[in-house]
């Protein structure tokens, strides 16, 4: 069974940047052809799909988010890890990581809230 944790601060103060980790539990990252993703959701809005690191280790982001995002991992730790950069509070959200597979997200993490606030 495979299983997702979120860690990192529930507070970040504007400007700053917020940072996550997702340990990946009963799987391995560089399996083919997983691809491991960051969503989103602000309070009151719907699921905002922020990125992914593929099982090669290639990364992908939204559009919308590209210049403040960062997707890394760390292969011996099974984990990867979220970097958003110069946080608003328009970043206040549930973060979920996921796996992305065979066209559906299979598995989640519980989510963590993380509040943009001074």
């Known amino acids: 069974q495979v299983q997702l944790q979120e860690s990192g601060p529930g507070l970040v103060k504007p400007s700053q940047m917020l940072s996550l980790t997702c340990a990946v539990s009963?799987?391995?990252?560089?399996?083919?052809?997983?691809?491991w993703s960051w969503i989103r959701q602000p309070p009151g809005k719907g699921l905002e799909w922020m990125g992914a690191?593929?099982?090669?280790?290639?990364?992908y982001y939204s559009p919308s988010l590209k210049s403040r995002t960062s997707i890394t991992r760390d292969t011996a730790k099974n984990q990867f890890s979220l970097q958003l950069s110069s946080v608003t509070p328009d970043d206040t959200a549930v973060y979920y990581c996921?796996?992305?597979?065979?066209?559906?997200?299979?598995?989640w993490g519980q989510g963590t809230q993380v509040t943009v606030s001074s």
């Open positions: 690191i593929a099982h090669d280790g290639n990364t």
């Open positions: 996921a796996r992305f597979w065979m066209w559906e997200y299979d598995y």
């Open positions: 009963g799987g391995s990252i560089t399996t083919s052809y997983y691809a």
